[in-house]
């Protein structure tokens, strides 16, 4: 568990040390918590979680920070030239910044240009829009194709004859 103003600092000792040589960016990740009820040890709705490895001591670690709506993170793709492309991911998908990794005025990195919002916030609606396909042609919507499934729950009992053949 890192400070925002103290991350690069730490994921820095945590490479330059020849002791810890983590040298090894594995992955960053996001996270919203927005609608997390229970008690964390992270104050910001967002967290963004590094994992380095180590391969002199083949042992991995997890560097978690967070921060708040509108706030930004110090980009770590100077430590680490892996950090470029997830933060980006992080910052197209939930809306978190990190200053120095920002991308151009209007330029989204996986998404089109013209997407609205961001779809991996808790807030964002679950699918049932229409799908637009090669020449005008619209897809059918999410429920459309809704199946009941052996896993789903019916009537308090798990799977069904009908559906699951058990």
Same mark, same amino acid.
């Given at each position: 568990?890192?400070?925002?103003h103290?991350?690069?600092?730490?994921?820095?000792?945590?490479?330059?040390?020849?002791?810890?040589?983590?040298?090894?960016?594995?992955?960053?990740?996001?996270?919203?918590?927005?609608?997390?009820t229970?008690?964390?040890? $992270?104050?910001?709705?967002?967290?963004?979680?590094? +994992? $380095?490895?180590? $391969?002199?001591?083949?042992?991995?670690?997890?560097?978690?920070?967070?921060?708040?709506?509108?706030?930004? $993170?110090?980009?770590?793709?100077?430590l680490?030239?892996?950090?470029?492309?997830?933060?980006?991911?992080?910052?197209?998908?939930f809306?978190?910044?990190?200053?120095? +990794?920002?991308?151009?005025a209007?330029?989204?990195?996986?998404?089109?240009?013209d997407?609205?919002?961001?779809?991996?916030?808790?807030e964002?609606?679950l699918?049932?829009?229409?799908?637009?396909?090669?020449? +005008?042609?619209?897809?059918?919507?999410?429920?459309?194709?809704m199946?009941?499934h052996a896993?789903?729950?019916f009537?308090?009992?798990?799977?069904?004859?009908?559906?699951?053949?058990?």
């Open positions: 568990m890192c400070q925002p103290s991350l690069i600092k730490t994921l820095e000792i945590l490479k330059v040390d020849p002791e810890l040589d983590y040298s090894y960016f594995s992955e960053c990740v996001g996270v919203d918590y927005s609608t997390w229970h008690e964390r040890d $992270l104050e910001g709705r967002f967290e963004v979680v590094y +994992n $380095l490895m180590s $391969l002199k001591h083949m042992s991995r670690i997890f560097v978690k920070t967070s921060v708040s709506e509108g706030e930004s $993170l110090p980009t770590a793709k100077h680490y030239l892996g950090a470029e492309y997830p933060e980006r991911e992080i910052q197209d998908l809306g978190v910044q990190f200053a120095g +990794n920002e991308e151009a209007g330029m989204r990195f996986l998404l089109p240009d997407w609205i919002g961001y779809p991996l916030r808790k964002y609606p699918g049932g829009e229409d799908v637009l396909f090669d020449q +005008n042609d619209r897809g059918p919507a999410v429920e459309d194709k199946r009941p896993g789903e729950s009537d308090g009992k798990t799977g069904s004859d009908e559906i699951s053949g058990r």
